[in-house]
């Protein structure tokens, strides 16, 4: 079993359509990174979450410390959206474990 | 202020040459991590640096590959002798210290023939 899971695996959504991609971890952790990764290949920092929730424009994304699970939300999810999302988790200071990522793809 | 900077983008090589792949961090960033993506699977960690310093290799095959972040100019992820295998995505991220976000460049695909 992987230390990170994310579910689901791949999902296609309508345009406006609420979009939410979960990561479950099995380990003890002091943060949680979510990062977009494109269809070119770059990847982007999206949230760094310790705990609670924190918003940037139309992404939400919550972390349950106790329950080892961490959510992003996508509102009003457009075609630009459409991208590998990667949750990571910090073990310690310096090791870093991530998910196998959502394929998202947002359709017109 | 730019960005962590990878370079070449793209790197064809033959079997059994070497492949040098650079990694410039952002100023004032003094930890590198060095990442691969293998087609279809997920990032996975191989090598945490500091300045002169290797922190944590546990993610380095044992035997070919070899990274160093001397005191001056880029970060550099060496494989020696390449295979087919190592074909791949390779991410570099750059954090300052005490900080664990990570700020990534784009890449470095390289393709062994």
């Known amino acids: 079993k992987n230390e990170v899971e994310q579910s689901p695996q791949n999902l296609t959504a309508q345009e406006g359509e609420f979009i939410t991609i979960n990561c479950s971890y099995s380990v003890g952790i002091s943060a949680l990174h979510w990062l977009q990764q494109h269809p070119g290949g770059g990847i982007v920092s999206l949230f760094m979450l310790s705990s609670g929730k924190k918003k940037h424009g139309r992404l939400i994304a919550t972390i349950n410390i106790q329950e080892k699970h961490s959510s992003l939300h996508i509102t009003a999810s457009h075609p630009r959206d459409s991208a590998v999302y990667i949750c990571?988790?910090?073990?310690?200071?310096?090791?870093?474990?991530f998910g196998k990522g959502t394929r998202l793809h947002i359709l017109p | 202020n730019a960005g962590v900077m990878q370079n070449p983008r793209h790197l064809v090589r033959r079997r059994g040459q070497e492949a040098r792949l650079r990694c410039s961090p952002m100023?004032?960033?003094?930890?590198v991590y060095w990442y691969r993506q293998l087609p279809e699977e997920g990032l996975k960690f191989m090598v945490y640096l500091q300045k002169e310093n290797i922190i944590d290799e546990s993610g380095m095959p044992k035997e070919r590959f070899s990274a160093e972040f001397p005191k001056e100019g880029p970060s550099i992820l060496r494989i020696q002798q390449v295979v087919r295998g190592d074909s791949a995505a390779y991410f570099c991220?750059?954090?300052?210290?005490?900080?664990?976000?990570?700020?990534f460049g784009a890449g470095t695909r390289l393709s062994v023939l």
């Open positions: 991220a750059s954090s300052p210290p005490l900080y664990y976000i990570q700020y």
């Open positions: 100023k004032g960033h003094s930890h």
């Open positions: 990571a988790v910090w073990v310690g200071d310096d090791k870093i474990i």
